[in-house]
């Protein structure tokens, strides 16, 4: 069984930073994209940064000079550093891969359970 398990979200004060971990596990052929979404309440989960297999990346307007994303292709994990925190980034933030699990299969896009980021002014 494949799964994402995030971790690193809690509590920061604004202009403080955080960093993110999602690992995945399982039986992996191969990961291509990874990325971060967050969903804060009351409004539609929405993209935060991406990144490709060779470490392009791409990133939201809202975060860019901020967060960074990474990846340790050898250790299936991709994490989101973000500094300089304001409160609007305050929301549940999600780990999204796509994934070859299986030769019969095609790849398919995995999500973590997500993990809270609470940022406080």
């Known amino acids: 069984q494949v799964q994402l398990v995030e971790s690193g979200g809690g509590l920061a004060q604004a202009g403080g930073s955080l960093r993110l971990s999602c690992a995945a596990s399982g039986s992996i052929f191969s990961i291509n994209n990874m990325g971060w979404y967050r969903q804060a309440p009351g409004k539609q989960r929405e993209l935060v940064a991406t990144?490709?297999?060779?470490?392009?990346?791409n990133y939201a307007d809202s975060v860019k000079g901020r967060f960074t994303i990474s990846r340790d292709n050898a250790k299936n994990t991709v994490y989101l550093q973000m500094n300089s925190l304001k409160s609007e980034d305050t929301a549940v933030y999600y780990c999204n891969a796509e994934m070859l699990t299986s030769l019969y299969k095609p790849i398919q896009g995995y999500w973590g359970q997500g993990t809270q980021v609470t940022v406080s002014s």
């Open positions: 990144i490709t297999s060779g470490g392009s990346t």
